[in-house]
């Protein structure tokens, strides 16, 4: 096993702290920027994922606003289909009833001839 030296005196003592203490300094410093270091690129790591995720966030915003923009455009075409839809129905059903009664009239009418064909052929 070593000995240990007593500690040397004067400026010798002086010199040799100021060494180590510096030494000791530039260790920790060294220790220091490493891990200032490793923690900068795991920042920087991380930034680019979150960077990356916000540029998926934004194209998927997107492509929801050209979605609804074309559902939006879909469902006023409908609308449109239906408002000429009902005008044409609407109109149909005028025919309709206007049909319907012109019907009625020309099957009273036929009623009555017929009525008066009966009554002819009975008096003769």
Do not use: Y
Request: hydrophobic share 35%; charged share 25%; aromatic share 0%.
């Amino acid at each position: 096993m070593r000995q240990r030296r007593p500690p040397p005196r004067g400026r010798e003592a002086t010199v040799k702290d100021v060494v180590e203490t510096v030494s000791s300094s530039a260790s920790e410093m060294q220790s220091s920027s490493t891990s200032t270091s490793a923690t900068a690129e795991e920042t920087s790591r991380q930034a680019t994922a979150v960077a990356a995720a916000s540029e998926q966030a934004s194209s998927n915003v997107q492509t929801v606003a050209t979605a609804a923009e074309e559902l939006s455009s879909s469902i006023q075409e409908i609308t449109r289909q239906v408002t000429e839809a009902s005008g044409e129905v609407g109109a149909a059903a005028t025919q309709m009833s206007g049909a319907s009664s012109e019907l009625a009239k020309q099957a009273e009418t036929l009623r009555a001839e017929v009525e008066r064909f009966i009554a002819k052929v009975r008096a003769a």
